[in-house]
């Protein structure tokens, strides 16, 4: 199972931002990391544009958006812009799009958020042939028309990943796509749920084994703490309550809420945690730091505990 890390925006104005994460991206490279993952926040950094200076900045640790919605752009649009990244990031750039949420496209873009898994599909139809360019990207389906020449050529191949939480998408994901990107799947529900439904769909494509990457929040801290990192997960990552998407997934499992999810505890305990997802058929782990701490300065040493903690069962885990 590969490991990786989620590098986000947080708080702070935008040269310190992108300070801080190229400062984190260079520590995860050289820390052995296999994969960072960049959210596409809807109020802050553009996840490609970061990708790219990123790229400038390491050179072997894959690179991925976790995930760029859809109906936000149009998809040669956004193919021209993932081509010119993964130049930038030569050839590391794993291109993790989805539909998002209702709460994103129709109550913040103002966009129809109608048939978000036909919408997907017939977005596939246009992106996945530009991504192979160069070459006249010719689509005509429900939704797009469209006959565009592209100059741009990728310098290695663009692996897309789906963000797919239910049947439909999963196997669009599996028979369109090279696997998906998670948040709010505890074990069970990739093992009984998210994995057979994308790799049979995929078996049936014709196409390799999906990735299944499962976002999961990690916090090193002492047993009498896991309680408090378990909430503070819940107080700051919690999404579920807004989007029936989530609430739908955490029907599968048995997790109630991101905060069931947290793996937080010693090193052993995170380390099993890690093992209990791979057993369940994640191929890869995308990482969110979650310090916890009631001082700035307590927050900054559990993220970096936590951290060095991650790299080193990263290696283990090999």
Known sequence: MRIGVMIGPEKGDAARKLDRMLADIEWAESAGLDTAWIPQIPTDFDALITIALMGLKTSRIELGTAVVPLQAQHPIALARQALSTQAAASGRLALGVGPSHHWIVRDMLGLPYDKPAAYTRDYLDVLNPALRGPGSVDVENETFTVHNPLDLGPVAPI????????????????????????????????????????????????????????????????????????????????????????????????????????????????????????????????????????????????????????????????
């Open 159 to 318: 692996p897309v990943l789906v963000a797919a939480l239910g049947p439909v998408m999963l196997r669009i994901a599996g028979e369109r796509a090279d696997g998906t990107v998670l948040w709010m799947a505890d074990e069970r529900a990739i093992a009984d749920h998210i994995a057979p439904k994308i790799t049979k769909a995929a078996a049936e494509a014709g196409r390799p084994a999906p990735r299944i990457v499962a976002g999961l929040p990690v916090c090193l801290c002492r047993p009498d703490e896991v309680d408090q990192a378990k909430e503070r997960a819940n107080r700051i990552l919690a999404e579920a309550e807004v989007s029936p998407n989530y609430q739908r997934l955490l029907d599968q499992g048995d997790a109630r809420n991101v905060g069931d999810m947290c793996i937080a505890g010693d090193e052993a305990a995170i380390a099993a945690g890690l093992r209990r997802y791979a057993e369940a058929g994640a191929t890869d782990v995308s990482v969110r730091l979650l310090p916890i701490g009631d001082t700035l300065d307590e927050l900054r040493a559990s993220k970096r505990r936590t951290r060095e903690m991650i790299a080193e069962v990263a290696r283990d885990l090999r």
